[in-house]
Every structure is written in structure tokens, then in C-alpha cells.
Nanobody, 121 residues
């Protein structure tokens, strides 16, 4: 059974850092894309970043601050978030699909339950 589980959310002050993890089970990352989405209160869910084995993508709002990485040995994808801003506050989800990244949420097959990130002083 394909499953992804997020962890690592929490409360952090503006300018701080957090690292989110997305642990995959039931499949190996080699042939899958893993994406991070987020949903802030009252807003639609939006794509944040995505990585395949060879490419990575970022939303303009997080470029230069967030870094996505994959540890295939641990079957885990990480999202390192630096210089966090209050507008980064959201529930963060990871999702997976075969082969390549897509901006269409509906094309992702498996989703985690989400982890809350709150940036506040």
C-alpha cells in the first residue's frame, strides 16, 4: 500500500527554520515524484516544491528559502525551510505520483495527513 506520512511541523518565530519530512512506504522513491503542497486558513491549497530523482521545482514565493531533498536510502523526502515568514503559516502536505512533477493536484495519487507549520512571534 502506497503511503506517505509527514512530520516536522511546529511553531517557529519569523526568520527561523524547520525541516519537514515525508516518509514513504509501499514504494521506492526512484521512480516517483514527491511534491509539497500547503494550505493556509481561508486559502486554496498551493504547490510549494516538487522533486524527482533528477529535477526539483519551487514556487516563486519560496525560492531561495526552501530546499527539497531526497534520501532514497531512507525513502524519505525533506523540505528544509529557512527564513520563515508569517505567510508561510499553513498545513503542509506531501503527495506522490509516478515519474514526473505536475502542477495539477488531482494527478497525485497518495497524500499524507498534513503537518501544521505556524510562523509567529
Amino acid at each position: 500500500q502506497v503511503q506517505v506520512v509527514e512530520s516536522g511541523g511546529g511553531l517557529v518565530r519569523p526568520g527561523g527554520s524547520l525541516r519537514l519530512s515525508c516518509a514513504a512506504s509501499g514504494f521506492t522513491l526512484d521512480y516517483y515524484a514527491i511534491a509539497w503542497f500547503r494550505q493556509a486558513p481561508g486559502k486554496e491549497r498551493e504547490g510549494v516544491s516538487c522533486a524527482t530523482h533528477s529535477m526539483s521545482y519551487y514556487a516563486d514565493s519560496v525560492k531561495g528559502r526552501f530546499t527539497i531533498s531526497r534520501d532514497n536510502a531512507k525513502n524519505t523526502v525533506y523540505l528544509q525551510m529557512n527564513s520563515l515568514k508569517p505567510e508561510d503559516t499553513a498545513v503542509y502536505y506531501c503527495a506522490t505520483r509516478r515519474d514526473y512533477c505536475s502542477g495539477y493536484e488531482s494527478s497525485y495519487d497518495s497524500w499524507g495527513q498534513g503537518t501544521q507549520v505556524t510562523v509567529s512571534s
